[in-house]
């Protein structure tokens, strides 16, 4: 059974979000701290994004 367009976006995510893995910052004062490469806003404009691409598509003929 082929996936929705919807779980397409889904993975598409997941998958960039695992390209931009959370990386640790040093801090002036010694410490650190983790920094994310993508904030729940970018995250949520990807989705969007390849469902809208995705559903502009001509669907496909067997």
Do not use: C, F, R
Not at 32 to 41: A, I, P, Q, R, W
């Amino acid at each position: 059974m082929s996936k929705t367009d919807k779980e397409l976006a889904i993975d598409v995510a997941i998958a960039v979000i695992n390209a931009h893995p959370a990386t640790k910052v040093a801090l002036s004062s010694g410490g650190s701290t983790e920094v994310y490469g993508l904030d729940l806003k970018s995250i949520n404009n990807i989705i969007q994004s390849v469902h809208k691409t995705l559903q502009s598509l001509p669907e496909e003929k067997h």
